[in-house]
């Protein structure tokens, strides 16, 4: 089976920095993506990042692009959110997901996502 453990939220004051974590078990091979979600109290859950874990190409989402850093350890299944500035509108619950095989297209599309981590509270204070 597949499972996704994310962890390294926690509460942070605005302009200071976190570093999420997303390790993956279970696949067989290396053709998978792993994306990061957040989801803000009262609103819908939003797509950040998303990872190709066979070359570790990423893209981002608008809001987070050229802030947010997302690399991967293909080796130990494990896909790394850097967020530096961090900002109260960046406050959530920060989940991955996983889904096998290349995405081209709808990248942040929730109903893509196969697997999902239990979740990882990030609280940025003004």
């Known amino acids: 089976d597949v499972q996704l453990q994310a962890s390294g939220g926690g509460l942070v004051q605005a302009g200071g920095s976190l570093r999420l974590s997303c390790a993956a078990s279970?696949?067989?091979?290396?053709?998978?993506?792993i994306a990061w979600f957040r989801q803000a109290p009262g609103k819908e859950r939003e797509g950040v990042s998303c990872t190709d874990i066979s070359d570790g190409t990423t893209y981002y989402q608008d809001a987070v692009k050229g802030r947010f850093t997302a690399s991967s350890d293909k080796a130990k299944a494990t896909v790394y959110l850097e967020m530096p500035s961090l900002k109260p509108e960046d406050s959530g619950i920060y989940y991955c997901a996983a889904v096998r095989g290349t995405l081209y297209s709808h990248l942040f599309d929730l109903s893509l996502y196969d697997y999902w981590g239990q979740g990882t509270q990030v609280t940025v204070s003004s």
């Open positions: 279970g696949f067989t091979s290396d053709d998978y993506n």
